[in-house]
């Protein structure tokens, strides 16, 4: 039926990997399914924002994602990965040590069990509708260019240490039919926004 064929392609749709271009050398992949999200046709060379927020696996897709960013992750093509407490456990567990894979920074909401190299405090509710934002189609550059606040020195250092070494007050009453007609605040995704400000910033400081 016409039904069944509109549910099976949402469904081949929300299974696909997605991929974007986040410009300056930088490329978004985000990933639904392991292994098979994984396209084996990405480039090398390099640098990823590869989003796990959200997906589920064991020990052997723990070992699809080990084996992708050993071919992928390196001195002058990092990978700043996506996680937050949603992630499986066992997808994060190969990646413990900074030594398991040179060029490799997680970046997520902090959550208990759930360490990242670089933490921000992100409402759950607030980090899933950003998240759905992409999905429903939103433009990604839209989602990381509104606000103008930097990663601090610290972040920078530490996503820089990873790589190796190579070279509102309320409106007047007045004003409240003016607030009224106000567009809705822009959908941000802060964890996107803060792995993209940071490869601006190696870039910036020539590491990359």
Avoid: C, M
Avoid at 39 to 47: K, Q, S
Avoid at 53 to 76: C, D, Q, S, T
Avoid at 102 to 121: E, N
């Amino acid at each position: 039926s016409r039904r069944a064929l509109a549910l099976a392609a949402a469904a081949a749709a929300r299974a696909a990997p997605l991929q974007r271009d986040l410009g300056l050398g930088l490329s978004f992949l985000r990933v639904h399914e392991l292994p098979a999200d994984l396209v084996a046709d990405t480039p090398t060379g390099r640098a990823y924002v590869l989003d796990l927020r959200y997906v589920k696996g064991g020990p052997a897709e723990g070992a699809a994602l080990l084996a992708w960013l050993h071919a992928h992750a390196g001195p002058h093509s990092p990978v700043f990965l996506l996680a937050n407490a949603h992630t499986g456990p066992a997808l994060l567990a190969p990646l413990n040590s900074a030594e398991a894979v040179t060029g490799l920074v997680i970046v997520g909401s902090g959550a208990h069990g759930f360490d990242p190299d670089i933490t921000l405090v992100v409402p759950a509710g607030a980090e899933r509708r950003a998240y759905n934002a992409l999905e429903a189609g939103t433009d990604i550059d839209s989602l990381v260019t509104v606000k103008n606040d930097k990663p601090r020195n610290d972040e920078a250092a530490l996503a820089a240490a990873r790589l190796p070494d190579t070279g509102a007050d309320e409106a007047p009453k007045d004003d409240a039919a003016k607030t009224a007609k106000s567009p809705p605040p822009a959908v941000i995704d802060p964890v996107l926004q803060r792995a993209v400000q940071l490869h601006r910033s190696l870039l910036a400081l020539r590491r990359l």
